[in-house]
């Protein structure tokens, strides 16, 4: 199996919260991420969790973390148009460099 | 600061031709790294650095060759391209130690014919 796994597509209304979920493998991992990409751009960060922590809020966007399971989420409340996009899960290992999943598209309509 | 600059922005290559993808960082980072990015794949790493004068292979190195004489400057070389590396490439770079953020830069789209 892989280390990352996440679904490759979510769809939801505007307005609407948006979950995205993802799991991995090692739990030696040190570092929990969500990036975006948007199309024709490469990656962005847009919240990260250490492994200590069960949850991250950040404005719109809230991350959970079950260790037990070994498995992230990222929700957005309130899903604007804007946040149409690919969503990556990625971990690593403190300095290490990150494995990613293989994203998430999320499309949102009006 | 610029950031992670890529060029080309797009390139398209017959096969067995050769060719530079260049990148550079302009923020002072250790790490740098490059990634290909295929449909329903994600992003897959080819090569990685932690420093001038040191490389690595990642999980899908064949092909492609790196070298980092600078720390500004990390190019990936196709010495003989073939279709399966059709491909977008990204380059990335990040702090090192005590980060946990990568800079990603904007892409170089890649066609072999």
């Known amino acids: 199996g892989e280390d990352v796994e996440q679904s490759l597509f979510l769809s939801v209304r505007e307005g609407d919260s948006s979950v995205i979920n993802c799991t991995y493998t090692?739990?030696?991992?040190?570092?929990l991420y969500w990036y975006k990409q948007e199309p024709g751009a490469g990656l962005q960060l847009l919240t990260y969790?250490?492994?200590?922590?069960d949850m991250k809020q950040d404005q719109r966007l809230t991350v959970l973390l079950n260790k037990k399971d070994k498995h992230l989420s990222l929700r957005i409340a309130d899903t604007q148009t804007g946040d149409s996009a690919i969503y990556f899960c990625?971990?690593?290992?403190?300095?290490?460099?990150?494995?990613f999943g293989r994203g998430t598209s999320l499309i949102v309509h009006p | 600061n610029a950031g992670v600059t890529q060029t080309p922005k797009f390139q398209v290559l017959k096969t067995g031709q050769s060719m530079t993808l260049q990148c550079a960082q302009d923020?002072?980072?250790?790490?740098m790294s490059w990634y290909r990015q295929d449909p329903g794949m994600g992003l897959r790493l080819i090569h990685y650095?932690?420093?001038?004068?040191?490389?690595d292979q990642g999980e899908v190195p064949n092909g492609y060759n790196v070298s980092r004489s600078t720390t500004e400057d990390f190019p990936l070389r196709l010495l003989s391209a073939a279709p399966s590396q059709t491909s977008v490439y990204f380059c990335?770079?990040?702090?090192?130690?005590?980060?946990?953020?990568?800079?990603f830069g904007p892409g170089t789209r890649l066609t072999v014919t």
């Open positions: 990335a770079s990040s702090w090192g130690q005590s980060s946990y953020e990568q800079y």
């Open positions: 090692d739990s030696s991992s040190t570092y």
């Open positions: 969790i250490f492994s200590n922590m």
């Open positions: 990625a971990e690593s290992k403190g300095s290490y460099i990150p494995t």
């Open positions: 923020m002072n980072h250790e790490y």
């Open positions: 650095s932690v420093g001038a004068g040191i490389t």
